[in-house]
Structures are given as structure tokens and as C-alpha cells.
């Protein structure tokens, strides 16, 4: 158990909805950061957030958002669905910002079904 | 542009043997390195990790590599063990994190 939380570990919906997946970071982390891993793909880096304030951004779609609340919790919302965007959505925690010799340690993922 | 590549999508070793997994990265500023495993319907876990200036780092049976002027990595997992069955992930630290498509590891019985 990495200490990271993501809910819900299942999600299904269909094109043109909106979602929102939420993650609880480690304790004392203060960095979260979003991958999404499709089908037979790496991990692809969607966004980080520090202490509350994006840090960094990846290959994240405009129809994508998220944010990071006063109490470290983040939350990414996916609107506008697309069969493409069916995939696993991890989030990961890390103690300080990107630069240092840091681990992410990773949540258990939401699985993402758009029909 | 895929700047942590993986080119083997999969590996099988009998138990016992070594399990070699290989990486390669494009950016020369990437000072970090890390090995992850990720079973089926998990998350990946944390297995290993370099800094650039070192080019060895072992923690029991696993022993990561690094190669800066070829810019390589291996993970060496000796003895392999049938539960090191798992997908391999290796990610390289530089604005951020830059994972590869993993190498799905069968150890055979």
C-alpha cells in the first residue's frame, strides 16, 4: 500500500459526459501529479500540482482540468468524453516539487471506461 | 517524442536465472532514474532508482545500471523468482517525469 487513495477504482460513462477522478496524496506530500496509461501504452504525464498551484504540465487536453485543494487532495475532470479517452488515470505523490532526486509513489489508478 | 524507450515489450527467464531488462533515453540532462513495477490492477511500485552520478546501485536481488554515455539503463534481477512477474516501467527525472512503455517480465516456474 503506497498511501496514496484514488476513487473510484471503476468508472463507466458515455461519450459527451463529464467526470471527475480524485486522488489523496501520502501524507505530507505535498506534489500530486496525473498519468494516463491507454492501451499498450507508457504512462504519459498529464499535470502536477504543488501545494495547491500547477507546477508543471504534460499532454493533458484542453477538455481536461484539475486542481489541488487546501487540504493536498487533487481532482482531475475529464469532460466532453471521448471513446479515446478510455484508460487508466493514475495519480502520484511526491514530497517536494519536481527538480530533486524524488520517488512518485502511485495510487492504485481509476479505470476509465467511455462507451 | 518518446524520451524513455523500452524496446522490448516482453521477456521470459526460467526461475533462477538473471532477468535483464533494458532502457534508453534521448535528454543527457536527465539526472535521475527509476526502475517500477507494476502488477495487474495495481498501481506501479517503486523498485530501484539511480542518480546520474553513480552508474550502480543494487538493493538485494535487483541491480540497476546506468550507462551515461550511452545513455542506458538495465535492471538485473538475479535470482528471478516467479513472483517478479510484473510489468517493468523505467522513468528518467528531468522537468518531469518520463516514463517508458514497460517491459512485461515472465518468470517461468
Known amino acids: 500500500d503506497s498511501g496514496v487513495t484514488q476513487t473510484p477504482k471503476h468508472l463507466i460513462t458515455a461519450t459527451g459526459q463529464r467526470v471527475t477522478l480524485r486522488c489523496s496524496p501520502r501524507?505530507?506530500?505535498?506534489?500530486v501529479y496525473w498519468y494516463q496509461q491507454s492501451l499498450d501504452q507508457g504512462l504519459q504525464f498529464l499535470i502536477q500540482?504543488?501545494?495547491?498551484?500547477?507546477?508543471a504540465k504534460g499532454n493533458i487536453l484542453e477538455r481536461f482540468s484539475a486542481q489541488q485543494f487546501p487540504d493536498l487532495h487533487s481532482e482531475l475532470n475529464l469532460s466532453s468524453l471521448e471513446l479515446g479517452d478510455s484508460a487508466l488515470y493514475f495519480c502520484?505523490?511526491?514530497?517536494?516539487?519536481?527538480?530533486?532526486?524524488?520517488?512518485?509513489?502511485f495510487g492504485p489508478g481509476t479505470r476509465l471506461l467511455v462507451l | 517524442d518518446q524520451q524513455v524507450k523500452q524496446n522490448s515489450p516482453s521477456l521470459s527467464v526460467q526461475e533462477g536465472r538473471i532477468s535483464i531488462l533494458n532502457c534508453d533515453y534521448t535528454?543527457?540532462?536527465?539526472?535521475?532514474f527509476l526502475w517500477y513495477k507494476k502488477y495487474p490492477a495495481e498501481g506501479p511500485t517503486f523498485l530501484i532508482s539511480?542518480?546520474?552520478?553513480?552508474d550502480k546501485n543494487e538493493d538485494g536481488r535487483f541491480t540497476v545500471f546506468l550507462n551515461k554515455s550511452a545513455k542506458h539503463l538495465s535492471l538485473h534481477i538475479v535470482p528471478s523468482q516467479p513472483g517478479d512477474s510484473a510489468v517493468y516501467f523505467c522513468?528518467?527525472?528531468?522537468?518531469?517525469?518520463?516514463f517508458g512503455t514497460g517491459t512485461s517480465l515472465t518468470v517461468i516456474p
Open positions: 502520484a505523490s511526491s514530497v517536494t516539487p519536481q527538480g530533486g532526486q524524488e520517488t512518485q509513489y
Open positions: 501524507s505530507g506530500d505535498l506534489s
Open positions: 500540482y504543488y501545494n495547491g498551484e500547477e507546477r
Open positions: 535528454n543527457s540532462m536527465f539526472d535521475y
Open positions: 539511480i542518480s546520474s552520478i553513480k
Open positions: 522513468a528518467a527525472s528531468g522537468n518531469q517525469f518520463y
